[in-house]
């Protein structure tokens, strides 16, 4: 697990490398530390959420919705404290069945926390 210290010097292609590992593992311990306590988060046109309390609990319910996912990041760029990244998300639903989607994430990065956390993707067929 990371703390913020060490989130702080990471690159953003290992940044974004480990947050995904943390989000992969569905593991709201791993994802917590790479969240400001003020963070905006947005996936899809879901409705937005804002605080870290508010994102984790509405992740881990995502988390019990899906058997996996695993996320293949094909590029990531930044400028300053903006990263991007894209690529392919693949979930295992819980009966089983696959469903793959490309995705890309922009995030607000203040020190080495994430304070604004959009996800662009469809995920309708979850």
Known sequence: MI???TAAKMSSTEFVTKLYQA?????I???APFLADEVY???ANAQPLHGKA??????????KSI?????RIDNVWSQG???????QVNY??????HFAAPFATILKLHHGQITNYLIYTDASEL
């Open 81 to 87: 404290d903006d990263v991007i990244c894209n690529g």
């Open 23 to 27: 989000v992969d593992a569905r593991s």
């Open 92 to 97: 295992t639903r819980l009966d089983g069945s």
């Open 3 to 5: 703390n913020q210290q």
């Open 41 to 43: 988060f947005q996936l």
């Open 29 to 31: 311990e791993g994802l």
């Open 54 to 63: 508010a994102v984790l609990d509405a992740n881990a319910a995502f988390f």
């Open 67 to 71: 058997a996996a996912m695993s996320h």
